[in-house]
């Protein structure tokens, strides 16, 4: 999924919350209990996606999704030079060699 502003994102965020919060059966009265995050901060969430990174963190940890946020922001692992050789695309072949 390409998202390409930052609307798309937050929009894609609020819904992301929400959906977690609903299949698992969580009211925003609880979900404010065990986020230590008010109940207009999370209906804010849900609708616009607008919060900080401290909101964010404590909704996603109460909702037991903080490993994908964690996930998100780990770096890919460095590749070795034999895996990068490896990937390299080559040209198809345009022409056949001359014969000596």
């Known amino acids: 999924m390409q998202l390409s502003t930052p609307s798309e994102i937050l929009q894609a965020m609020a819904r992301f919350v929400k959906t977690s919060r609903l299949t698992a059966n969580i009211t925003l009265d609880e979900l404010a209990k065990r986020s230590g995050v008010g109940i207009a901060t ?11 990174t401290d909101t964010l963190v404590r909704v996603l940890a109460a909702l037991g999704c903080l490993d994908r946020l964690l996930a998100a922001l780990t770096p890919d692992e460095p590749a070795s030079i034999a895996a990068l050789r490896a990937q390299q695309v080559t040209k198809p072949r345009q022409r056949a060699r001359r014969k000596t």
Request: charged share 35%; proline share 0%; net charge positive.
């Open 42 to 52: 999370l209906a804010r969430v849900e609708k616009r996606g607008v919060c900080s």
